[in-house]
């Protein structure tokens, strides 16, 4: 896999990177850039908004790629949640559709379920995607995981998502909780700003880093 370091462009960051290879929904072909990495600290949300001096969601490219990289909680069995806006950050309420199944299995191999997730997806609801439900607080547990958002400067479709994720949940015997989701934002307004929030607290730490495919 090739890696090589960009010039400063349009994005104003010293550490883009891109590389070609191989990634989850990516061909050997394609070029992933690096756009922006936000490093979350007892923050409430982290936002991703498209403007003059932070160019981050807009038609450079047709699908964007959010990491999730140990995302902790200060609450204990909240919810790690995301939306989308279509004024810039205004307002995080688009109307979205979507459908999400869970595989879980306990640290004591006593418990293990594949199953549709019911109260994780969304019918026509502006509310908040959940993307991890239910994340433990103690110092050990944390999640991980990614969100595909596919041309979301659109004037012409809805915009589809697609996200899986992995937890240390809750419970006291944890469990290895992945969700699965796809879903769509039903609107044909370009969707310029992401906001990743919980359910309840701050989001005490983790990464989120955001990529462009070509």
Do not use: C
């Not at 109260?119 to 994340?135: E, H, I, P, R, V």
């Not at 044909?188 to 989120?208: E, H, K, L, Q, Y």
Request: glycine share 8%; charged share 15%.
């Amino acid at each position: 896999m090739a890696l090589s370091k960009l010039a400063a462009n349009s994005f104003d960051l010293t550490d883009n990177y891109a590389f070609t290879g191989t990634t989850t929904g990516a061909t050997s072909t394609q070029k992933i850039f690096l756009i922006k990495n936000i490093d979350a600290s007892s923050s409430g949300t982290v936002s991703f908004v498209n403007g003059a001096s932070s160019v981050v969601l807009d038609n450079t490219y047709k699908t964007y790629l959010f990491k999730f990289i140990n995302i902790h909680l200060e609450t204990n069995d909240r919810h790690f949640t995301f939306n989308g806006s279509t004024d810039g950050g205004s307002n995080y309420n688009v109307t979205k559709t979507s459908t999400v199944f869970e595989a879980r299995h306990n640290e004591s191999g006593s418990s293990n379920t594949l199953e549709y997730a019911t109260g994780s997806d969304l019918a026509q609801s502006t509310a908040y995607q959940k993307l991890m439900d239910g994340l433990g607080n103690e110092n050990d547990k944390s999640g991980v995981g990614e969100l595909w958002l596919f041309n979301p400067s659109s004037t012409t479709y809805v915009k589809h998502f697609i996200s899986n994720t992995n937890i240390v949940n809750k419970d006291s015997t944890p469990f290895s909780r992945e969700l699965f989701i796809g879903g769509y934002f039903n609107t044909t307004s370009a969707i310029n700003a992401i906001n990743f929030s919980t359910s309840g607290g701050n989001i005490d730490s983790g990464r989120i880093a955001l990529y462009g495919i070509k």
